[in-house]
């Protein structure tokens, strides 16, 4: 069977962005001092379009970032750049300074219960006319509080935390009239994420927009995430560029970035390894 070229792509999308990590790497021996590296590791790292926003040290030999990328990214990628960049700032200090193994978490302006929230809203923030079909509208929304979008999954050297909110707006925000198309785009959406392993703990289906809250797989990028969405939703509708080629991508987790810069900074003055452990366990 022949391929169908996708509509949407990486290229031809402009999307909106908030995308926020905390990332903790892990040293060998002793850490050199920040004040060697971190200069010109921040300005080596932005080349690759990853932005660090905060370090911090710690004496259990781990240093923590607060990261923000763009949509080509994926976690691995991220922390590659970071990790190869700081590696050959300290190359004759230390050549194999670095473990193999990182701990990557997405974090937001707004944490999961919050984003839980804001969904669950949408149908009452955009009423429509006829209440049967706004009562539909409600009973359509995904909702599934089972699936657990706070604990840390693993790979060979990661483990990770990798949670997005997508927001897709149809094409002139055109409203779709018809309840079965709607339950038909719930579908997708389940049949998508089934496919890609991803964890949707819920969706809000609006007649001129989609909100949807997912836990990801570590090796997709969000903007690359987005566009199997954006293109199996238009080849439901007849393969047609029914959405805007674009939207809304966000990063989220247990905690928000107010949250993680009080956790670290507060790791810092604990006193004992014991204490200075769980602080960032917790992260």
Not at 177 to 190: H, Y
Not at 194 to 206: D, E, M, T, V
Request: include cysteine.
């Amino acid at each position: 069977m022949k391929e169908i070229p996708p509509i949407y792509t990486t290229q031809n999308c402009r999307f909106a962005y908030q995308l926020n990590w905390s990332l903790t790497i892990f040293w060998k021996g002793a850490m050199v001092a920040p004040d060697i590296w971190l200069d010109s590791v921040k300005k080596a790292t932005e080349k690759d379009e990853v932005r660090i926003l905060e370090h911090h040290p710690r004496a259990d030999r781990l240093s923590q970032f607060l990261l923000s990328t763009k949509p080509n990214l994926a976690p691995p990628k991220i922390t590659r750049s970071l990790k190869g960049r700081l590696q050959y700032e300290i190359r004759d200090l230390n050549p194999k300074a670095l473990r193999r193994t990182y701990a990557i978490q997405s974090v937001g302006a707004i944490n999961t219960g919050a984003v839980d929230q804001y969904i669950a809203s949408q149908t009452d923030r955009h009423p429509v006319s006829d209440p049967r079909v706004q009562s539909r509208l409600a009973q359509v929304r995904i909702d599934q509080p089972e699936v657990d979008l706070s604990s840390r999954r693993r790979s060979s050297y990661a483990e990770y935390l990798y949670n997005l909110h997508l927001v897709f707006v149809r094409t002139g925000r055109h409203r779709i009239s018809s309840l079965r198309r709607i339950e038909g785009i719930r579908r997708i959406l389940l049949a998508v994420a089934r496919k890609k392993g991803h964890l949707i703990r819920s969706a809000g289906i609006l007649p001129d927009h989609i909100h949807l809250a997912m836990g990801a797989s570590l090796l997709e990028a969000p903007a690359g995430i987005a566009c199997a969405y954006l293109n199996n939703l238009s080849y439901f509708e007849g393969m047609q560029p029914v959405y805007e080629f674009g939207g809304y991508l966000g990063t989220f987790g247990s905690y928000d970035r107010d949250a993680i810069r009080r956790v670290i900074r507060t790791a810092e003055h604990l006193g004992h390894p014991a204490d200075r452990q769980v602080a960032a366990t917790k992260m």
